[in-house]
T-cell receptor
Framework: GQNIDQPTEMTATEGAIVQINCTYQ??????LFWYQQHAGEAPTFLSY??LDGLEEKGRFSSFLSRSKGYSYLLLKELQMKDSASYLC??????????WGAGTKLIIKP | NAGVTQTPKFQVLKTGQSMTLQCAQD?????MSWYRQDPGMGLRLIHY???????DQGEVPNGYNVSRSTTEDFPLRLLSAAPSQTSVYFC???????????????FGEGSRLTVL
C-alpha cells in the first residue's frame, strides 16, 4: 500500500530552527509537496521537490532523497505565525496526491 | 480574484438527508477535486475531474456523486447523509494535475459538515 509518515506534533522556540521529516512509500513518484495549514483554514502551498537536493525559499527549505523515500521541511528563524500543521504529500504514478496526516508545529515564546 | 469558492461553510444534516456542496473556481483550471479531512488522517480524495465532462473516483467515493458540466463548477452531492460523513470538505483545483512544474493545488476555505 501507499504510505506517508510524519510526526504528529513538534514543539519549537521562537527564533529557533525546526526540521519536520516525511518518509514515503508510494507506487511511483512524480514529486513531493509541502503545504501549510493554519487551524480552521485551508492548506496553502509551500514547496515542491522532484529532484534530489535542497530547495530554498526564504525562511523555508525543503529537501528530497528519492532513493531513501525521505524529505524534510526546514523552518528557520521561527515566528509565532509559523504555528500550524505542515502536510507532506507525494504525487504518485497516476499524478494523484497521497497525503500524510500532518505535523502540528507549536511555537513557544 | 476569488480563487476557489466553496459554499456553504457550515452545514448540519440529519441522517438520510441529501445536500450539495458547491465549488467554483475562476482561474480556468482544468483539474478540480474534492477531499475530506478527518482528525489524525491525511486528506483523502473523494472525486476528481481533469476537465469539463470528465470525472473519476478517488480513494473514498462511496456515498458521494459529482458532475462537471462547466470548467468553473464542480459540485459534490451527498446522496443520503450518514454520521460517518461528518468531516471537513475541501475543494481544490490546479491548472493540471500533470503539470508537475507547478502542481500547486489551490484550496477553497472548506465546508464543515455535521451529520446527526
Amino acid at each position: 500500500g501507499q504510505n506517508i509518515d510524519q510526526p504528529t506534533e513538534m514543539t519549537a522556540t521562537e527564533g529557533a530552527i525546526v526540521q519536520i521529516n516525511c518518509t514515503y512509500q508510494t507506487s511511483g513518484f512524480n514529486g513531493l509537496f509541502w503545504y501549510q495549514q493554519h487551524a480552521g483554514e485551508a492548506p496553502t502551498f509551500l514547496s515542491y521537490n522532484v529532484l534530489d537536493g535542497l530547495e530554498e525559499k526564504g525562511r523555508f527549505s525543503s529537501f528530497l532523497s528519492r532513493s531513501k523515500g525521505y524529505s524534510y521541511l526546514l523552518l528557520k528563524e521561527l515566528q509565532m505565525k509559523d504555528s500550524a500543521s505542515y502536510l507532506c504529500a507525494v504525487s504518485d504514478s497516476n499524478y494523484q496526491l497521497i497525503w500524510g496526516a500532518g505535523t502540528k508545529l507549536i511555537i513557544k515564546p | 480574484n476569488a480563487g476557489v469558492t466553496q459554499t456553504p461553510k457550515f452545514q448540519v444534516l440529519k441522517t438520510g438527508q441529501s445536500m450539495t456542496l458547491q465549488c467554483a473556481q475562476d482561474m480556468n483550471h482544468e483539474y478540480m477535486s474534492w477531499y475530506r479531512q478527518d482528525p489524525g488522517m491525511g486528506l483523502r480524495l473523494i472525486h476528481y475531474s481533469v476537465g469539463a465532462g470528465i470525472t473519476d473516483q478517488g480513494e473514498v467515493p462511496n456515498g458521494y456523486n459529482v458532475s462537471r458540466s462547466t470548467t468553473e463548477d464542480f459540485p459534490l452531492r451527498l446522496l443520503s447523509a450518514a454520521p460517518s460523513q461528518t468531516s471537513v470538505y475541501f475543494c481544490a483545483s490546479s491548472y493540471s494535475n500533470r503539470d508537475i512544474n507547478t502542481g500547486e493545488l489551490f484550496f477553497g476555505e472548506g465546508s464543515r459538515l455535521t451529520v446527526l
